[in-house]
C-alpha cells in the first residue's frame, strides 16, 4: 500500500465520460480480460462485473430501474447498491471502485495476480 491507502501495483483508469452512460442500460467495458459494467445509479457511476451470475449474460443488457438492475436473459435482479442478488442476498458481483472527477468516470482498478 502507498500513503494514499492504495496498492501498489494498482492503478486508476479514466474509463469515459459519465455523457456516455445511459440511464435505462449498462455500458460495457473491457479492461485487460476483465468484463466490468457501468451503471448510472442515480447521481453516481457503479462498476460491477459484466456477468450475470446464473449464467453470465451481460448485465449492461439489462433494464436499469434506479438501483435495480434486471438481467436481459431470464431476469434475475441486482441491487447495484450491495452487489447482491435480489432473491439471493448471499450472492454478490465483484464491484470495482469508481470516481468521478468532474464528468470523467475513474475506474480504480488492480490487475489480477498473474
Ligand atoms: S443469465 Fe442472468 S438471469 Fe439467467
Excluded: K
Amino acid at each position: 500500500m502507498t500513503s494514499t491507502g492504495r496498492a501498489m501495483d494498482e492503478c486508476l483508469l479514466d474509463v469515459g465520460s459519465t455523457a456516455q452512460l445511459s440511464r435505462e442500460h449498462g455500458t460495457p467495458l473491457g479492461v485487460a480480460n476483465a468484463r466490468i459494467a457501468l451503471f448510472r445509479v442515480g447521481g453516481r457511476v457503479v462498476a460491477v462485473e459484466d456477468a450475470c451470475l446464473h449464467c453470465s449474460s451481460p448485465l449492461s443488457d439489462g433494464r436499469l430501474e434506479g438501483a435495480i438492475v434486471a438481467c436481459a436473459r431470464c431476469g434475475w435482479a441486482y441491487d447495484l447498491d450491495a452487489g447482491s442478488v435480489m432473491r439471493l442476498p448471499a450472492l454478490r458481483l465483484n464491484a470495482f471502485p469508481v470516481r468521478v472527477e468532474r464528468t470523467r468516470i475513474l475506474l480504480e482498478w488492480t490487475p489480477p495476480p498473474t
